[in-house]
């Protein structure tokens, strides 16, 4: 069983920075894929970003491509999520999920723990 923590959120103007922190406990993910969702008001919960268990690999949701940066610092057994240049559209619930399906990691499905998510809010 893992326990996931995520924290960091918070209420932010537009163009700020936020960087969200993902704690497991229970269990080390060195060697799990990693995600991080969101989900908006009214809206499905969405792909994010990833980050294989090395860290070697890193895919993004196109909308925040050269804005946000996955990492993860296995030591710390903590996932983080730096959002620069934050705008309204990037307001939402951001969730941190160990991927261990074989599916895509866009996928939710292929997530099978969940945190109980961090509010991102973006004002202008």
């Known amino acids: 069983q893992v326990q996931l923590e995520e924290s960091g959120g918070g209420l932010v103007q537009a163009g700020d920075s936020l960087r969200l922190s993902c704690v497991a406990s229970g269990r080390t993910l060195n060697n799990y894929d990693m995600g991080w969702f969101r989900q908006a008001p009214g809206k499905e919960r969405e792909f994010v970003a990833f980050?294989?268990?090395?860290?070697?690999?890193?895919y993004y949701t196109d909308s925040v491509k050269g804005r946000f940066t996955i990492s993860r610092d296995n030591a710390k057994n903590t996932v983080y999520l730096q959002m620069n240049s934050l705008k309204l559209e990037d307001t939402a619930v951001y969730y941190c999920?160990?991927?261990?399906?074989?599916?895509?990691?866009?996928?939710?499905?292929?997530?099978?723990?969940w945190g109980q998510g961090t509010q991102v809010t973006v004002s202008s």
């Open positions: 980050i294989s268990g090395s860290g070697v690999r890193r």
């Open positions: 999920a160990v991927k261990s399906g074989s599916g895509s990691y866009i996928e939710l499905k292929t997530y099978n723990y």
